[in-house]
């Protein structure tokens, strides 16, 4: 199955707000484990981990967000060279201004950026956007 651009770009999308919610519940985490205070009826001195263990729960868990984070940031990487392969087949079999539309409106690219990927001025991608044409 071949995977089109608009179908990278919606997976990378997605995999971006995972990756801010992970981000969001590492650091809640990191917060709650840092800032805690130890009490005196945390000191289990009768041997044993009891099994409400904060901390150590807190610590496991801040290793799961972590291996996720990581997860999700390969999976990205992936997405992302996909996106450039994909994007350099484009920028063979179709003409500049097909390429200088599909820079603008699924990539989101600047006018600048767009007008170094093509070796033409800035004012002239922004007049063949506007006509279609060369």
């Not at 770009?9 to 800032?35: D, P």
Request: net charge neutral; hydrophobic share 40%; with cysteine.
């Amino acid at each position: 199955m071949e995977l089109t651009l608009d179908d990278v770009l919606k997976n990378m999308k997605e995999l971006r707000h995972k990756y801010k919610i992970k981000c969001v519940m590492y650091n809640e985490n990191q917060q709650r484990a840092a800032l805690k205070v130890i009490l005196p009826k945390d000191l289990n001195v009768s041997g044993g981990r009891r099994s409400n263990d904060e901390l150590l729960l807190m610590l496991i868990r801040e290793e799961d967000l972590s291996n996720s984070l990581e997860e999700i940031k390969e999976a990205y990487d992936l997405y992302r060279e996909l996106a450039i392969n994909i994007l350099v087949d484009y920028a063979n079999k179709l003409s500049v201004s097909d390429m200088i539309s599909i820079y603008r409106e699924k990539m989101h690219f600047k006018w600048d950026d767009i007008a170094w990927l093509t070796g033409y001025s800035r004012r002239q991608v922004f007049r063949i956007y506007q006509d279609g044409t060369l």
